[in-house]
């Protein structure tokens, strides 16, 4: 391969001054995390020129031989000057409830398998803020995850579509005029696969419609875990911690 981007020096990167529990400094954990960032297609905004000007971008490949990070090159020619004539670039992106940003001191334009990309040095240093009661997972459709609810003259039961120890999301086909904002559904009982039952009280916060990528989804409804038991906590943190770990063993194959 003859792409120019093997041509192109490392930079030091500058040091994300933050609370140092939140940073990664491994090489080898830096690159699953933005491998991470590149299989989830997450969008990455770009920050320069003192935070006056801005671009979307995504990873396009990582190459470890090099430590380089191929990013997508923007739509606007004066952007990306604009963006590759600054000497401090901040990035950051997020997946699942987590917020990820790093740094660059400086951004090149190179070639790779044919197309224009941005490129820089995978960084010294990653922020990875995971905050436990916002990080979220979606559940893998093999997977039995469901919450039967109580209501007046019913009982129904629903697939979770994600869940967090603050909260779940269900998919509701039918959509069910019981899902009113600000509903308080007590005692309702949460399945999540072999790590057990528990009955939980759910307040009902949001409700997201179908996309316009797929108008045929089903309507999913955001709750918020009321008064949430000690033990049913517990049960969740490990169901999630089971889904996370088997992903990073599918993405590391």
């Known amino acids: ?15 994300i001054e933050h609370d140092d529990k939140f940073i990664i400094y491994s090489e080898t954990e830096i690159m699953q995390k933005l491998r991470m960032l590149q299989k989830n297609k997450c969008i990455i905004t770009a920050y320069f020129d003192d935070g006056k000007q801005s671009l979307l971008t995504a990873v396009i490949d990582i190459l470890p031989a090099k430590k380089m990070l191929l990013l997508d090159f923007g739509p606007n020619d004066t952007v990306n000057k604009a963006l590759l004539s600054s000497h401090h670039v901040i990035f950051k992106s997020s997946l699942d409830g987590v917020s990820a940003k790093f740094t660059a001191q400086k951004v090149q334009k190179a070639k790779y398998q044919g197309e224009q990309v941005f490129a820089c040095q995978v960084p010294e240093d990653l922020l990875w803020v995971q905050r436990r009661d916002t990080y979220r997972v979606r559940i893998p459709m093999g997977i039995d995850a469901s919450c039967l609810i109580y209501f007046e003259n019913k009982a129904v039961q629903y697939r979770v ?34 790590h057990g039952t528990g009955n939980v009280n759910l307040e009902v916060r949001s409700h997201f419609p179908p996309g316009k990528d797929n108008p ?14 000690s033990d049913v906590d517990a049960m969740i943190q490990r169901f999630i911690h089971a889904i996370d770990s088997n992903r990073r063993k599918l993405e590391d194959h």
């Open 216 to 229: 045929k989804a089903e309507r999913r409804i955001g709750c918020l875990f009321v008064d949430l038991r």
């Open 1 to 15: 391969m003859n792409d120019d981007i093997f041509k192109i020096k490392p930079t030091k990167n500058a040091v």
């Open 161 to 194: 579509h994600d869940i967090s120890v603050g909260g779940l999301a269900l998919e509701d086909p039918e959509n069910n005029q019981e899902f009113a904002l600000g509903n308080l559904l007590e005692r309702c009982e949460i399945t999540l696969g072999d």
